[in-house]
């Protein structure tokens, strides 16, 4: 079981990308799914996270700009980033709590990083 994570890039200031992460095995359930990131020097920091009941938490700063959004049949969480800063610039991980595959329930999973830099 992994996620794998995409959608990554190079963007200007106030454009918008979208990422996406796919659990992969034979799943049958996952519970929280989300998106942390971590700039050069700082630590991992939660964006949004998104509950398998649909109750969702951002950070403040990306509140208004990013949407965080989950499909279960797919297994995969998606998050729309628009209006994008600078200051958004990092390594996007993909996580995921709770992946049940088979007869067994794994915490804590992380995708591969994929870096977003919002640069001119």
């Known amino acids: 079981v992994q996620l794998q994570a995409s959608g990554g890039g190079l963007v200007q200031p106030g454009g918008s990308l979208r990422l996406s992460c796919a659990a992969s095995?034979?799943?049958?359930?996952?519970?929280?799914m989300g998106w942390y990131r971590q700039s050069p020097g700082e630590q991992r920091e939660l964006v949004a996270l998104?509950?398998?009941?649909?109750?969702?938490n951002y950070k403040d700063s990306v509140k208004g700009r990013f949407t965080i959004s989950r499909d279960n049949a797919k297994h995969t969480v998606y998050l729309q980033m628009n209006s994008l800063k600078p200051e958004d610039s990092a390594v996007y991980y993909c996580y995921a709590d709770n992946l049940c595959a088979g007869a067994i329930c794994t915490n804590d999973v992380w995708g591969q990083g994929t870096q977003v830099t919002v640069s001119s």
């Open positions: 998104i509950k398998s009941g649909g109750s969702i």
């Open positions: 095995g034979s799943i049958y359930s996952i519970g929280p």
